[in-house]
């Protein structure tokens, strides 16, 4: 059965259903003059009746079940997305140049793509060879690192330290963040002050620098963001004007930056 009769069956189902229910509910209401013949009796049913023959209808067709779920999950991500396309618009500065996020790549670059990331997520962690083969392969690329430490205390953390040293060292910032978040074991203030160390940072300094309650601010304002595009999980990015959710490879992310540089071009960015 095609789609187009599965849609015109459950459609006259539904409306059926929906008439018995009015006439249980206390016959309110004519029925209107376009509505089918078939549909004009009088004979009134009770609930567990309607109940039955839709059950019925769907257990026989059950694949419109995956039809209404699909048409729900179609509807619900296009309203997700302009949602999002409005929060990018209100909220550019705050995810595109942010102060406080992290920037490798080329710093003046044309298309900017923001990662929320955690330094304990296992999928960013694999990540990473995307964005390093992005920034090499691509001079136009800027890409922020936005941190978003949402797996437990050790991240928090371990993310307190990197943005201490990234406020005291920013040059250095990126050679940072690529060692910790490649390292093997799991990423925590002594494993982030180890490395920020070892790359020339004063430990009491950057303790020091680690009290800054711009640190938690800053974090404040990216769980307020990650939650107004509904992000989740780690990794995503914000590509131009799109939200994308999870670790989709570097092709994929390769065909969102183009099309984020043709968009730029046509509006004269």
């Known amino acids: 059965m095609n789609k187009a009769i599965l849609l015109g ?28 013949q078939a549909m004009m009796s009088e004979a009134v049913m009770d ?36 949602a999002s396309l409005q929060v990018i618009q209100d909220a550019k500065s705050d995810i595109f140049n942010s102060a406080h996020d992290g920037v490798v790549g080329n710093p003046n670059g044309k298309v900017t793509i923001v990662e929320f990331y955690d330094y304990n997520c296992g999928f960013c962690k694999r990540a990473q060879e995307d964005m390093l083969a ?7 690329l800027r ?26 060292m920013p040059e250095k910032y990126g050679e940072f963040h690529n060692q910790l978040l ?14 920020a ?14 009290k800054n309650p711009t640190i938690s601010d800053t974090f404040a304002k990216t769980y307020d963001l990650a939650n107004k595009l509904a ?26 930056i183009a099309s984020a540089k043709a968009a730029c071009a046509s509006a004269a960015c």
């Not at 419109?64 to 309203?79: I, N, W």
């Not at 490649?182 to 490395?195: C, D, L, P, V, Y």
């Open 197 to 210: 160390v070892s790359l020339g940072a004063d430990e009491a300094k950057l303790r020091e620098e680690m």
């Open 47 to 82: 609930r567990p009746e309607v109940e039955r023959i839709v059950r019925e209808y769907l257990i026989a067709n059950p694949e419109v079940m995956l039809e209404v779920q699909a048409a729900l999950d179609t509807k619900q991500k296009e309203e997700q997305r302009v």
């Open 134 to 140: 992005l920034t090499e392969s691509d001079p136009d």
């Open 182 to 195: 490649g390292s093997k074991g799991r990423a925590t203030e002594a494993a982030a002050m180890k490395i």
């Open 9 to 36: 069956a459950s459609g006259v189902a539904v409306a059926f259903a929906m008439l018995a229910v009015g006439f249980v509910a206390g016959k309110q209401g004519a029925v209107a003059d376009t509505a089918p």
């Open 231 to 256: 992000i989740t999980g780690t990794p995503s990015y914000v590509v131009g004007d799109e939200v994308v959710f999870g670790a989709l490879g570097k092709d994929v992310l390769t065909k969102k």
């Open 143 to 168: 890409f922020v690192l936005k941190e978003f430490p949402i797996l437990g205390p050790d991240s928090q953390k371990a993310h307190v330290v990197s943005q201490a040293f990234n406020n005291l």
